[in-house]
């Protein structure tokens, strides 16, 4: 019995550890040498002799994000791309400012859980499991709200006046995928008879649909 409680333990053990969402690291830090031009999982260490507290500072979320979008929202990341001291370490933040009645649209983080505090404003949030159902609620300044790893979920701003949060994620860089810009703008494109049939409409209605959401030409 001893043994077979041990094997279902070290079996468990092990599946823990292929799912946690960024690996764990093998030394005091490893700053991000984003300019090494070695592919790896993650980013290579900068000489630890050439790290600076830069490296691991960011300012970037002291104030609220300029909106110049259709949605209404913008999001500000603090992630190793922006302080590659985060490198290995696990963990990033990032800023969410939204207009009145503005929405960041359904989207996934494949490689993390997302936390959010709120810090002004009252915003509808939700997410969909694997059975389709919807979790939602109402959350206003103060508020926590959790986002599983891996599942849809939006933040829609239905207030009259500006909102912002601060969210965390168990992930150096939890990585991003906006469903509708994903599915239409996609490059190559996404072949017009799978959205015609995934979202049962015609061609013109799916033209119109990557009209709408094509990156604006500067």
Same mark, same amino acid.
């Given at each position: 019995?001893?043994?077979?409680? $041990? ?19 093998? /030394? ?59 490198? =290995? ?30 810090? @002004? ?33 939006? /933040? ?14 168990? $992930? /150096?860089?939890?990585?991003? /995928?906006?469903?509708?810009? =994903?599915?239409?703008? $996609? ?19 799916? @033209? ?11």
């Amino acid at each position: 019995m001893a043994a077979m409680v $041990s094997a279902y333990l070290f079996v468990f053990l092990a599946l823990f550890g292929m799912v946690a969402s960024d690996p764990d690291l093998l /030394q005091d830090l490893c700053v991000a040498d984003k300019a090494a031009g070695v592919k790896v999982n993650g980013f290579p260490c900068k000489d630890e002799a050439n790290v600076t507290e830069a490296d691991f500072f960011f300012s970037g979320l002291a104030n609220p994000g300029v909106i110049n979008n259709s949605v209404g929202s913008v999001v500000t990341g603090a992630n190793v791309e922006k302080i590659p001291g985060l490198n =290995t370490l696990g963990v990033s933040l990032a800023r969410i400012d939204y207009q009145p009645g503005g929405l960041n649209p359904p989207h996934t983080h494949p490689r993390a859980t997302e936390i959010i505090f709120v810090l @002004d404003g009252e915003l509808d949030v939700g997410f969909i499991t694997t059975s389709n159902k919807l979790i939602s609620k109402s959350v206003k300044k103060g508020d926590i709200f959790v986002f599983p790893k891996g599942l849809l979920h939006f /933040q829609k701003n239905n207030g009259e006046k500006p909102a912002s949060v601060l969210a965390g994620f168990n $992930s /150096q860089l939890p990585g991003t /995928q906006s469903i509708a810009v =994903t599915l239409f703008t $996609s490059t190559p494109p996404v072949p017009d008879n799978v959205l015609t049939k995934a979202f049962q409409i015609g061609t013109k209605e799916v @033209d119109k649909i990557k009209n709408k959401l094509a990156p604006k030409k500067s």
